[in-house]
Structure formats: C-alpha cells, structure tokens
C-alpha cells in the first residue's frame, strides 16, 4: 500500500490550498481515511477523518468551516480543501488510512492508521 499526498507550498493568510492523496493497494471506500498534521515542536494531530461506511467526516475545531475534506473514487483520490488559511495551520500534513472501521475517538489515535503518506508541508505566511 502507498498513499502520495501532494498539494502543500506557501500562501499567505488567507490564501488556499487542496492537498491530494492518492492510493495504491488500498480503496479509499473501504475502511478509514484522514488527514493529520504536524507542527513544529508539537504533536500530530487529527484535522478531518472521514468514514465511508457511514459518510460521516469530522473535522477539528481549529479548521471547522475552512478546512473541506472530499473523494474521488474513479481516481481512489482523497483531497483536502484548505480555505482562508492561517499562519497557526502551518504543519506537515499526512493522508492516512485504515483497513478498519474506526468509530468514535478511535479514529483520532495515530497508532490506528497502518497506511501513511510522507507528508506535504503547508507554510502560511502572515
């Protein structure tokens, strides 16, 4: 399995970007699917996780309303829509995935995932 994910660069405030995942060896329908980040000196943390089974996407506090996850199943391709973007979203993001149904907090736990990309770093300039 090999998630790619593309898309990062540097904007300034305000600005967008759409980050791109796409797999091989795995469906994104099946199981879980998310985006993490991480910032300098802090820990990663789970930005949007989406279930397939039940259509439902969660996404963090921080990035609620500006932040939009979606698919495209024909391309097995999860994307990341990042809007009006602040300095404090600069980080490395990562797709992951799991081959598991992930309910609840569970699907916020790194250790979850056994499928991640490399990571794309978002820098956004004030």
């Known amino acids: 399995v090999q998630l790619q994910a593309s898309g990062g660069g540097s904007v300034e405030s305000g600005g967008s970007l759409r980050l791109s995942c796409a797999a091989s060896?795995?469906?994104?329908?099946?199981?879980?699917t998310a985006w993490f980040r991480q910032a300098p000196g802090k820990e990663r943390e789970a930005v949007s996780c989406?279930?397939?089974?039940?259509?439902?996407?969660y996404y963090a506090e921080s990035v609620k309303g500006r932040f939009t996850f979606s698919k495209d199943n024909a391309k097995n391709t999860v994307y990341l829509q990042m809007n009006s973007l602040k300095p404090e979203d600069t980080a490395v993001y990562y797709c992951?995935?799991?081959?598991?149904?992930?309910?609840?907090?569970?699907?916020?736990?790194?250790?979850?995932?056994?499928?991640w990309g490399r990571g794309t770093l978002v820098t956004v300039s004030s």
């Open positions: 060896g795995f469906t994104f329908n099946s199981g879980s």
């Open positions: 992951a995935a799991s081959s598991r149904r992930l309910v609840g907090s569970t699907q916020f736990v790194i250790t979850n995932y056994e499928y």
């Open positions: 989406f279930r397939p089974y039940t259509g439902i996407t």
